[in-house]
């Protein structure tokens, strides 16, 4: 989920149909990602991470898949509920240099539909 | 029992003022972030602590001066609010500076008029 312009790119999802969400990543030497989600008015709840050793990790009901060829990272939701509804966030350990520095994509706003 | 607490959780003051925000944390971490996030929801790094030293200082106006009196608390000041300060502030934590997710407290809201 890279932002656009000057919106948030929206993915409208039927409730029980599966999520796809994507993110381009910019370092080929980062080495850790994580998927962050933000409900309105919160601050962002850590969902899943992937180390660069890795190329798929899941867990109750996400799965990271990261393709380091290509530098692209998903988010995949399955039987995605109403709850899910909010934006999600990409973030890779971009300047390794200066430790545990997080660096986020713009995110993607998810809106399930009943 | 709020893992990363901020205060306030919104904050409307007139250009010129000079605003403080609270951060707190209970989990033992030893790194805490303080992150900003425009309206259109972009999150920017701007500070990282680590047992009380400074570690990652972004490009920020000086007028932000954050301080950490000790590994649980870090706090930040903003002198002479201009108008382009209106954001959220979000704090963070994490264990230690290698690999690790952090833990974001829920932001404050800060108006400039």
């Known amino acids: 989920g890279e932002s656009v312009g000057l919106h948030l790119p929206t993915l409208s999802v039927q409730e029980g149909d599966n999520s796809i969400i994507n993110c381009a990543y910019s370092?080929?030497?980062?080495?850790?990602f994580i998927w962050y989600k933000q409900e309105s008015g919160k601050g962002p709840q850590f969902i899943i991470d992937i180390r660069s050793n890795m190329d798929k990790r899941q867990g109750q009901r996400v799965t990271v898949l990261l393709n380091k060829t290509v530098k692209h990272l998903s988010l995949q939701i399955a039987a995605t509920q109403p709850g899910d509804s909010a934006v999600y966030f990409c973030?890779?350990?971009?300047?390794?240099?200066?430790?545990?520095?997080?660096?986020f994509g713009g995110g993607t706003r998810v809106l399930v539909k009943p | 029992d709020t893992a990363v607490s901020q205060t306030p959780k919104y904050l409307v003051t007139q250009m010129g003022n000079d605003k403080s925000i609270k951060c707190e944390q209970n989990l033992g971490h030893d790194t805490m972030y303080w992150y900003k996030q425009d309206s259109k929801k972009f999150l920017k790094i701007m500070f990282s602590y680590n047992n009380k030293e400074l570690i990652i200082n972004e490009t920020v106006p000086n007028r932000f001066s954050p301080k950490s009196p000790d590994k649980a608390h870090l706090n930040l000041h903003i002198n002479s609010l201009e108008l382009g300060d209106s954001a959220v502030y979000f704090c963070?934590?994490?264990?230690?500076?290698?690999?690790?997710?952090?833990?974001f407290g829920s932001g404050t809201r800060l108006t400039v008029v």
């Open positions: 973030a890779e350990n971009l300047d390794k240099a200066a430790g545990n520095k997080l660096t």
């Open positions: 370092n080929s030497a980062s080495d850790y």
């Open positions: 963070a934590s994490s264990q230690g500076r290698g690999l690790y997710g952090y833990t």
